[in-house]
């Protein structure tokens, strides 16, 4: 490791640009409306070549030769500032960009729109562009990034109404979701229906599919890194919206105008509303909150508090019986220059996730509750070393502890008893050092390596079993016994990430990448769709790490102008000790899990053709991917390699918008995948009363493709001009045409509606269960 | 479209894992979920030996049902095997011969009892032999002691008083019972209406292990409506861990909602060699009964 980052000093170092005299230009890229720090903004001096991008907190830093150049800062949807700078010595120079809709209150084309998708080294990432994602339809309105992702190139859904997503033949625990830095353990509500991500607060999210930075680590296939707004520090504004699933506040205000802000938003559902009327004792629930405070202290010194949280719900028979899950993080960031050259971000970060499940009963009263808490330090650097080397390294600590299951009576007179599984205890320390290296006119490096010190420690106790794999008879020949922080096991893992650009022309790119990932936190779950009941475990004494290595190869090209982004990505990703459950495991409340889980081998391989047009009246998106993925695991399916359940072979996208003038505003999506592989029957037989389906090859059976065309319109009234209350209605369509889109396929006697049997109780039936026709929904949103 | 009920999942599934998964189905399917019947296009399998054992420690509750695997839309029963040798044996070396269908009644077909009646008993181990077309299919479990019903009450269920499902069958029943705490059991509950074997829901099986109970059981409401003047029984068996593992699986199967939020869909782990379906099972018996008055 240190032997690693002498390397990469020295190479750095003996760059030949190091020999002339060097200077430093800084600052932080803003909105210039809102005051809001703006992520990925292009900073390009067109005589050097040269150029850099935002990082995460709005901050810039580029190391040039001594003299006087034209810099330009150029941002999607903003109106691009070329500024001459004289550069004698280091300069800080803040940039404020003027949002081209508020500029000038119509839809213009810059004359020049950035081509940072083929210049920049990183590939296989996709940036959601919020104000985008608000002109395309929505289920029941409800904007949901989780959606949109869903719909990129490389994703995979896991079906409709849920908030589960496969990257490039990656499991769906296998996706590191963040905001602000934060893990989220569980993105949904309502089982999927929607997201945890309240469309209002955020202000930019990216999706890193592959070439992943050296950075992040501890999941295999992605990284859904979000960030929310940090309020406006010009001035006072409330947001809002009503919804026909939820509706939404927002309040955001200087503290001290352009240097301290805050922002508080609340969501929450009313479909009690709609289970009201339609007489049900049973309520369904969510909500959301997400706070910020933000301080710049200085040019050097700036703090961050984030928080979110957020819960579900869910009563059955007016409180009898009910069950709720949530999330809550915490972020606190400092991000701080020592000086020009050397940017620090320092953050804590807590994140909870927890779940209970409650019967309330005299006799049959029980409650049961598991959670896991994760505590986080992150020290991060950039250095801008010269023009030709920008140098990333840091370190992060993470601690964990699982909680599993505690099951508990809630009454005297209840049948059950107390029991709680074991707690889980894990220590994470990762070190990364990456530096981005250009070499000449057309290459471009990105190289770093990111080392994982992985340990599960006491206190615990590890059960012997005399064959592991028989899950039937359960032998525990001996117990291991460990103390507080008593080392368990550790498992060290290096995982060097590697990129490379090259232009091939103006505006035309290819670009290579590979890299590494180790995941630590696995999640147990033997289904397609993970619930939130479903438990986290640590890599432990017998779960071992699960590692992915992925090749991509892309060619990126611009047309028009930069007017239209196209790629074509292929990748090849294989992973090891990837975990899947034996026939029949019992994976809730089970202090044997060690015996259900067998880990083996995936692969995938796909090719992915995106068109992209980010300006203009008309925007959009349209991709296309082809996919494969296998499993093979011990045990599973014989032994045999078998279709991942996530497998969709091909998947079609279209998403557009259309701004007819400054009142209505267009959205359609379409999108077409390959049917879910499922495990069917082959027969079946008879068991006292029972007709059991004879099972034989998993994944045998494709279900029948999924497609849907969903359109909106969005009205800005012409009222609003000139007024301070502005509304806006959004009216959305799902399911334009009412296709009957499969979810599952489940099997049964033969019934009649009322769920009665009927003929002689031998025939067996093959039911589809689809769930959303097509479905009109209106939302209001206002701002003042 | 439906929105489920949820209180016949809150009854007798013991297994709190069922019930858990129960609940998630529901919640799942909770909002807006339309089904209809479907055609699926199905390879051709190669069928297989199906037997369905049963020893308990009660005279003449004891039988074995041999038949085949049938086509997925093979509207009637299955194929039954009537030429099967059957026999039992224990761990004394008493070998117990069956005999297919004495009574030549057209129901019993691929039905086997014993030769002369005999019951099993409590810490025996049982051994099936089943022959069929010279491929031996065996299969062993053990008898294992059952706690005993207490009593048995009934009561109105008010959600079935305000809106009955079938007029007049608002009773349910209470079970009463000791679980001893010593020792690990599982258990296996057939409920009967006026003797015929009744469920709440097609396919559920009333089967718990004892992991999560309490030594006190009180009050349990049984999955059965019953009218006045219905006759109740109760048969808690007494279950194997094999017995148990076999049900819990059976059940998934039965339940199973296509692999999206339950496991993936898997034939059962049985004690059954050679690759027949089913299970043998060796049971303790206690039986209970009470009159709707």
Same mark, same amino acid.
């Given at each position: 490791?240190?032997?690693?980052?002498?390397?990469?000093?020295?190479?750095?170092?003996?760059?030949?640009?190091?020999?002339?005299?060097?200077?430093?230009?800084?600052?932080?890229?803003?909105?210039?409306?809102?005051?809001?720090?703006?992520?990925?903004?292009?900073?390009?001096?067109?005589?050097?070549?040269?150029?850099?991008?935002?990082?995460?907190?709005?901050?810039?830093?580029?190391?040039?030769?001594?003299?006087?150049?034209?810099?330009?800062?150029?941002?999607?949807?903003?109106?691009?500032?070329?500024?001459?700078?004289?550069?004698?010595?280091?300069?800080?120079?803040?940039?404020?960009?003027?949002?081209?809709?508020?500029?000038?209150?119509?839809?213009?084309?810059?004359?020049?729109?950035?081509?940072?998708?083929?210049?920049? /080294?990183?590939?296989?990432?996709?940036?959601?562009?919020? *104000?985008?994602?608000?002109?395309?339809?929505a289920?029941f309105g409800e904007v949901d990034i989780?959606?949109?992702?869903?719909?990129?190139?490389?994703?995979?859904?896991?079906?409709?109404?849920?908030?589960?997503?496969?990257?490039?033949?990656?499991?769906?625990?296998?996706?590191?979701?963040?905001i602000?830095?934060?893990?989220?353990?569980?993105p949904s509500h309502l089982?999927?229906l929607f997201s945890v991500f309240n469309a209002d607060v955020i202000?930019?999210?990216?999706?890193?599919?592959?070439?992943?930075?050296?950075?992040?680590?501890?999941?295999?296939?992605?990284?859904?890194?979000?960030?929310t707004i940090?309020?406006?520090?010009?001035?006072?504004?409330v947001t809002g919206g009503i919804g026909s699933i939820a509706s939404r506040i927002m309040v955001?205000?200087?503290?001290?105008?352009?240097?301290?802000?805050?922002v508080v938003s609340a969501r929450t559902s009313n479909i009690?509303?709609?289970?009201?009327?339609?007489?049900?004792?049973?309520?369904?629930n969510f909500y959301d909150i997400n706070a910020?405070?933000?301080?710049?202290?200085?040019?050097?010194?700036?703090?961050?508090?984030?928080?979110y949280t957020g819960r579900d719900k869910?009563?059955?028979?007016?409180?009898?019986?009910?069950?709720?899950?949530g999330n809550?993080?915490?972020?606190?960031?400092?991000?701080?220059?020592?000086?020009?050259?050397?940017?620090?971000?320092?953050?804590?970060?807590?994140?909870?996730?927890?779940?209970?499940?409650?019967?309330?009963?005299?006799?049959?009263?029980?409650?049961?509750?598991? *959670?896991?808490?994760?505590?986080?330090?992150?020290?991060?650097?950039?250095?801008?070393?010269?023009?030709?080397?920008?140098?990333?390294?840091?370190?992060?600590?993470?601690?964990?502890?699982?909680?599993?299951?505690?099951?508990?009576?809630?009454?005297?007179?209840?049948?059950?008893?107390?029991?709680?599984?074991?707690?889980?205890?894990?220590?994470?320390?990762?070190?990364?050092?990456?530096?981005?290296?250009?070499?000449?006119?057309?290459?471009?490096?990105?190289?770093?390596?990111?080392?994982?010190?992985?340990?599960?420690?006491?206190?615990?106790?590890?059960?012997?079993?005399?064959?592991?794999?028989?899950?039937?008879?359960?032998?525990?020949?001996?117990?291991?016994?460990?103390?507080?922080?008593?080392?368990?096991?550790?498992?060290?893992?290096?995982?060097?990430?590697?990129?490379?650009?090259?232009?091939?022309?103006?505006?035309?790119?290819?670009?290579?990448?590979?890299?590494?990932?180790?995941?630590?936190?696995?999640?147990?779950?033997?289904?397609?769709?993970?619930?939130?009941?479903?438990?986290?475990?640590?890599?432990?004494?017998?779960?071992?790490?699960?590692?992915?290595?992925?090749?991509?190869?892309?060619?990126?090209?611009?047309?028009?102008?930069?007017?239209?982004?196209?790629?074509?990505?292929?990748?090849?990703?294989?992973?090891?000790?990837?975990?899947?459950?034996?026939?029949?495991?019992?994976?809730?409340?089970?202090?044997?899990?060690?015996?259900?889980?067998?880990?083996?081998? =995936?692969?995938?391989?796909?090719?992915?053709?995106?068109?992209?047009?980010?300006?203009?009246?008309?925007?959009?998106?349209?991709?296309?991917?082809?996919?494969?993925?296998?499993?093979?695991?011990?045990?599973?399916?014989?032994?045999?390699?078998?279709?991942?359940?996530?497998?969709?072979?091909?998947?079609?996208?279209?998403?557009?918008?259309?701004?007819?003038? *400054?009142?209505?505003?267009?959205?359609?999506?379409?999108?077409?995948?390959?049917?879910?592989?499922?495990?069917?029957?082959?027969?079946?037989?008879?068991?006292? *009363?029972?007709?059991?389906? /004879?099972?034989?090859?998993?994944?045998?059976?494709?279900?029948?493709?999924?497609?849907?065309?969903?359109? =909106?319109?969005?009205?800005?009234?012409?009222?609003?001009?000139?007024?301070?209350?502005?509304?806006?209605?959004?009216?959305?369509?799902?399911?334009?045409?009412?296709?009957?889109?499969?979810?599952?396929?489940?099997?049964?006697?033969?019934?009649?509606?009322?769920?009665?049997?009927?003929?002689?109780?031998?025939?067996?039936?093959?039911?589809?269960?689809?769930?959303?026709?097509?479905?009109?929904?209106?939302t209001?949103n206002?701002?003042? | 479209?439906?929105?489920?009920?949820?209180?016949?999942?809150?009854?007798?599934?013991?297994?709190?894992?069922?019930?858990?998964?129960? %609940?998630?189905?529901?919640?799942?399917?909770?909002?807006?979920?339309?089904?209809?019947?479907?055609?699926?296009?199905?390879?051709?399998? &190669?069928?297989?030996?199906?037997?369905?054992?049963?020893?308990?420690?009660?005279?003449?509750?004891?039988?074995?049902?041999?038949?085949?695997?049938?086509?997925?839309?093979?509207?009637?029963?299955?194929?039954?095997?009537?030429?099967?040798?059957?026999?039992?044996?224990?761990?004394?070396?008493?070998?117990?011969?069956?005999?297919?269908?004495?009574?030549?009644?057209?129901?019993? %077909?691929?039905?086997?009892?014993?030769? &002369?009646?005999?019951?099993?008993?409590?810490?025996?181990?049982? &051994?099936?032999?089943?022959?069929?077309?010279?491929?031996?299919?065996?299969?062993?479990?053990?008898?294992?002691?059952?706690?005993?019903?207490?009593?048995?009450?009934?009561?109105?269920?008010?959600?079935?008083?305000?809106?009955?499902?079938?007029?007049?069958?608002?009773?349910?029943?209470?079970?009463?019972?000791?679980?001893?705490?010593?020792?690990?059991?599982?258990?296996?509950?057939?409920?009967?209406?006026?003797?015929?074997?009744?469920?709440?829901?097609?396919?559920?099986?009333?089967?718990?292990?004892?992991?999560?109970?309490?030594?006190?059981?009180?009050?349990?409401?049984?999955?059965?409506?019953?009218?006045?003047?219905?006759?109740?029984?109760?048969?808690?068996?007494?279950?194997?861990?094999?017995?148990?593992?076999?049900?819990?699986?059976?059940?998934?199967?039965?339940?199973?909602?296509?692999?999206?939020?339950?496991?993936?869909?898997?034939?059962?782990?049985?004690?059954?060699?050679?690759?027949?379906?089913?299970?043998?099972?060796?049971?303790?018996?206690?039986?209970?009964?009470?009159?709707?008055?």
């Amino acid at each position: 490791m240190i032997r690693f980052l002498i390397v990469v000093t020295l190479v750095a170092l003996s760059s030949p640009a190091w020999s002339q005299e060097k200077v430093t230009l800084n600052g932080y890229i803003k909105d210039g409306t809102n005051g809001e720090e703006l992520i990925g903004v292009s900073v390009y001096i067109p005589q050097l070549k040269a150029g850099t991008v935002t990082n995460a907190y709005g901050f810039y830093a580029i190391t040039v030769p001594k003299g006087t150049f034209e810099v330009q800062f150029s941002y999607i949807g903003y109106t691009v500032q070329t500024v001459t700078i004289e550069l004698n010595s280091d300069v800080t120079r803040n940039i404020e960009l003027q949002n081209e809709a508020t500029a000038l209150n119509e839809i213009v084309v810059t004359d020049k729109p950035i081509d940072e998708n083929v210049v920049s /080294v990183q590939m296989s990432k996709n940036t959601i562009n919020i *104000s985008q994602v608000k002109k395309l339809p929505a289920l029941f309105g409800e904007v949901d990034i989780i959606k949109n992702i869903q719909m990129l190139p490389g994703v995979i859904s896991a079906g409709e109404g849920t908030s589960t997503f496969f990257v490039r033949g990656g499991g769906g625990d296998q996706n590191l979701i963040l905001i602000d830095e934060a893990p989220i353990y569980d993105p949904s509500h309502l089982f999927g229906l929607f997201s945890v991500f309240n469309a209002d607060v955020i202000k930019d999210a990216e999706l890193y599919k592959g070439g992943i930075p050296s950075r992040f680590g501890g999941r295999l296939s992605s990284i859904l890194d979000v960030r929310t707004i940090d309020g406006n520090n010009k001035k006072f504004g409330v947001t809002g919206g009503i919804g026909s699933i939820a509706s939404r506040i927002m309040v955001e205000g200087p503290i001290k105008k352009d240097e301290s802000s805050y922002v508080v938003s609340a969501r929450t559902s009313n479909i009690w509303a709609y289970l009201a009327a339609a007489n049900t004792d049973n309520t369904a629930n969510f909500y959301d909150i997400n706070a910020k405070v933000n301080w710049r202290a200085n040019n050097t010194n700036r703090f961050f508090i984030a928080l979110y949280t957020g819960r579900d719900k869910i009563a059955f028979d007016g409180g009898d019986a009910g069950f709720g899950w949530g999330n809550s993080t915490a972020t606190f960031r400092w991000n701080h220059l020592y000086n020009e050259r050397l940017f620090s971000n320092i953050s804590f970060i807590a994140s909870q996730f927890d779940y209970k499940l409650e019967v309330k009963d005299p006799a049959l009263g029980i409650k049961w509750i598991s *959670s896991l808490q994760q505590a986080m330090l992150k020290a991060d650097f950039q250095y801008a070393i010269n023009t030709n080397n920008e140098l990333s390294f840091g370190y992060h600590l993470t601690g964990q502890r699982f909680a599993p299951g505690k099951v508990s009576p809630n009454t005297t007179s209840s049948i059950f008893s107390t029991l709680e599984l074991q707690h889980k205890y894990a220590l994470d320390h990762s070190f990364y050092v990456n530096n981005q290296q250009r070499v000449g006119e057309k290459l471009l490096f990105d190289y770093g390596v990111r080392l994982s010190v992985f340990q599960n420690i006491g206190p615990g106790d590890v059960y012997i079993y005399n064959d592991r794999t028989d899950n039937v008879n359960i032998v525990h020949e001996d117990t291991l016994n460990y103390n507080n922080f008593e080392n368990i096991k550790t498992y060290v893992n290096l995982e060097p990430r590697v990129s490379m650009r090259y232009t091939l022309a103006e505006g035309q790119s290819l670009k290579l990448s590979y890299n590494r990932m180790v995941q630590n936190t696995h999640l147990m779950t033997a289904a397609t769709v993970p619930v939130p009941f479903n438990t986290w475990s640590p890599s432990d004494y017998y779960l071992k790490p699960q590692i992915a290595d992925q090749v991509a190869a892309g060619y990126f090209r611009n047309f028009h102008n930069n007017m239209f982004e196209a790629s074509i990505e292929a990748y090849y990703k294989d992973l090891n000790n990837v975990t899947d459950f034996a026939d029949n495991a019992q994976v809730f409340f089970n202090e044997d899990l060690a015996t259900e889980y067998r880990q083996g081998d =995936s692969w995938s391989y796909g090719a992915e053709l995106m068109i992209n047009k980010k300006e203009g009246r008309l925007m959009g998106m349209l991709s296309y991917t082809w996919s494969k993925t296998m499993r093979k695991i011990p045990e599973v399916n014989q032994g045999e390699a078998f279709i991942a359940n996530y497998d969709r072979r091909n998947v079609a996208n279209i998403q557009a918008s259309y701004d007819l003038n *400054s009142k209505w505003t267009f959205g359609a999506t379409f999108t077409y995948s390959t049917g879910r592989p499922m495990t069917v029957p082959a027969g079946k037989y008879e068991y006292g *009363s029972y007709n059991p389906d /004879v099972i034989t090859e998993r994944n045998g059976y494709v279900m029948p493709a999924f497609h849907r065309m969903d359109l =909106s319109a969005t009205l800005n009234p012409r009222k609003n001009e000139g007024r301070r209350w502005k509304g806006q209605w959004v009216f959305a369509i799902y399911n334009v045409y009412n296709r009957k889109n499969p979810f599952t396929i489940y099997t049964r006697t033969v019934q009649d509606e009322d769920g009665n049997v009927i003929g002689n109780g031998r025939q067996k039936e093959a039911r589809l269960v689809y769930l959303f026709p097509v479905m009109p929904s209106v939302t209001y949103n206002f701002k003042f | 479209m439906k929105i489920q009920r949820t209180e016949n999942n809150m009854t007798m599934r013991k297994a709190v894992s069922s019930f858990v998964f129960s %609940l998630l189905v529901i919640a799942a399917l909770f909002f807006m979920s339309c089904e209809e019947t479907v055609k699926l296009d199905l390879d051709d399998y &190669t069928s297989a030996v199906v037997i369905e054992g049963l020893v308990t420690n009660q005279e003449n509750y004891q039988f074995v049902k041999v038949t085949r695997t049938a086509d997925f839309y093979d509207p009637g029963n299955t194929p039954r095997i009537t030429n099967a040798e059957v026999t039992v044996t224990d761990d004394l070396g008493n070998v117990i011969p069956f005999v297919h269908n004495p009574s030549g009644n057209e129901d019993s %077909l691929g039905i086997y009892i014993p030769e &002369t009646p005999f019951t099993g008993a409590v810490g025996r181990t049982y &051994t099936l032999h089943v022959e069929v077309d010279g491929l031996l299919y065996e299969a062993t479990d053990k008898l294992f002691p059952v706690t005993t019903m207490d009593s048995l009450n009934y009561e109105i269920d008010e959600d079935e008083q305000e809106d009955p499902e079938v007029e007049g069958r608002i009773y349910s029943l209470l079970l009463f019972t000791q679980e001893p705490q010593d020792e690990i059991n599982y258990y296996l509950f057939k409920f009967f209406r006026n003797d015929s074997l009744s469920f709440d829901t097609d396919s559920d099986i009333y089967f718990s292990d004892d992991e999560f109970l309490a030594e006190n059981i009180s009050g349990v409401e049984g999955p059965v409506l019953y009218s006045q003047g219905d006759h109740a029984r109760v048969e808690m068996f007494s279950i194997s861990r094999e017995g148990y593992i076999y049900y819990n699986d059976l059940s998934n199967l039965l339940n199973n909602d296509g692999g999206v939020f339950s496991p993936i869909p898997a034939s059962p782990r049985t004690n059954l060699t050679n690759g027949a379906l089913g299970f043998f099972q060796v049971s303790a018996l206690d039986i209970s009964e009470t009159e709707i008055e």
